[in-house]
Protein backbone atom coordinates (compact mmCIF):
# COMPACT_ATOMS: atom_id res chain seq x y z
CA UNK A 1 0.00 0.00 0.00
CA UNK A 2 1.43 3.36 -1.08
CA UNK A 3 0.52 6.55 0.69
CA UNK A 4 0.11 9.65 -1.24
CA UNK A 5 0.81 12.00 1.58
CA UNK A 6 2.65 15.86 1.10
CA UNK A 7 5.18 16.74 2.87
CA UNK A 8 3.59 18.63 5.88
CA UNK A 9 1.24 15.90 5.62
CA UNK A 10 4.19 13.57 6.42
CA UNK A 11 6.06 15.24 8.74
CA UNK A 12 2.54 15.72 10.47
CA UNK A 13 2.11 12.10 10.91
CA UNK A 14 5.52 11.22 11.84
CA UNK A 15 5.38 14.23 14.76
CA UNK A 16 2.33 12.20 15.64
CA UNK A 17 3.62 8.60 15.62
CA UNK A 18 6.64 10.15 17.72
CA UNK A 19 4.57 11.53 20.50
CA UNK A 20 2.65 8.63 20.37
CA UNK A 21 5.48 6.04 20.78
CA UNK A 22 7.47 8.34 23.16
CA UNK A 23 4.93 9.01 25.86
CA UNK A 24 3.58 5.32 26.23
CA UNK A 25 3.92 3.80 28.80
CA UNK A 26 4.77 -0.24 27.88
CA UNK A 27 7.37 1.12 24.86
CA UNK A 28 7.97 -2.85 24.60
CA UNK A 29 4.48 -3.53 23.67
CA UNK A 30 3.77 -5.06 20.24
CA UNK A 31 1.60 -2.28 19.23
CA UNK A 32 4.53 0.54 19.75
CA UNK A 33 6.85 -1.60 18.56
CA UNK A 34 4.31 -1.75 15.08
CA UNK A 35 4.19 2.03 15.43
CA UNK A 36 8.49 2.73 15.99
CA UNK A 37 8.64 0.31 12.41
CA UNK A 38 6.09 2.85 10.73
CA UNK A 39 7.89 5.90 12.21
CA UNK A 40 11.30 4.20 10.93
CA UNK A 41 9.68 3.96 7.34
CA UNK A 42 8.95 7.28 7.19
CA UNK A 43 12.07 8.92 8.95
CA UNK A 44 14.89 6.77 8.67
CA UNK A 45 17.44 7.51 11.18
CA UNK A 46 20.33 9.15 9.90
CA UNK A 47 23.60 6.64 9.97
CA UNK A 48 25.63 6.32 13.18
CA UNK A 49 29.67 6.62 12.53
CA UNK A 50 31.26 3.80 14.48
CA UNK A 51 32.63 4.34 18.05
CA UNK A 52 36.48 4.17 18.16
CA UNK A 53 38.36 1.46 19.54
CA UNK A 54 38.64 1.03 23.10
CA UNK A 55 41.76 2.14 24.75
CA UNK A 56 43.72 -0.28 26.87
CA UNK A 57 45.19 1.36 30.15
CA UNK A 58 48.03 -0.04 31.99
CA UNK A 59 48.28 0.44 35.52
CA UNK A 60 51.03 2.38 36.86
CA UNK A 61 53.88 0.58 38.90
CA UNK A 62 52.36 2.68 42.13
CA UNK A 63 49.08 1.17 41.69
CA UNK A 64 51.16 -2.39 40.96
CA UNK A 65 53.17 -1.80 44.49
CA UNK A 66 49.61 -0.98 46.66
CA UNK A 67 47.64 -3.92 45.32
CA UNK A 68 50.62 -6.41 45.84
CA UNK A 69 51.00 -4.73 49.63
CA UNK A 70 47.32 -5.04 50.25
CA UNK A 71 47.32 -8.70 49.34
CA UNK A 72 50.06 -9.09 51.65
CA UNK A 73 48.63 -7.84 54.37
CA UNK A 74 44.95 -9.27 53.48
CA UNK A 75 46.01 -12.64 53.51
CA UNK A 76 47.73 -12.25 56.98
CA UNK A 77 44.96 -10.63 58.81
CA UNK A 78 42.36 -12.54 56.72
CA UNK A 79 43.87 -15.93 57.42
CA UNK A 80 42.20 -18.82 59.88
CA UNK A 81 44.95 -19.69 61.45
CA UNK A 82 45.45 -16.11 63.34
CA UNK A 83 44.56 -15.69 67.00
CA UNK A 84 42.71 -12.67 66.91
CA UNK A 85 42.88 -12.74 70.12
CA UNK A 86 46.31 -11.96 69.96
CA UNK A 87 45.92 -8.93 68.76
Known sequence: MHLDLSDEEADAL??????IVECDRYPLSPRIQALRAIL?????????????PLKHYEPSVF??????????????WMSPYTDYRLR
Open 14 to 19: AQELHD
Open 40 to 52: GKLRPEPARKPLP
Open 63 to 76: TEIIWADLRFHCRF
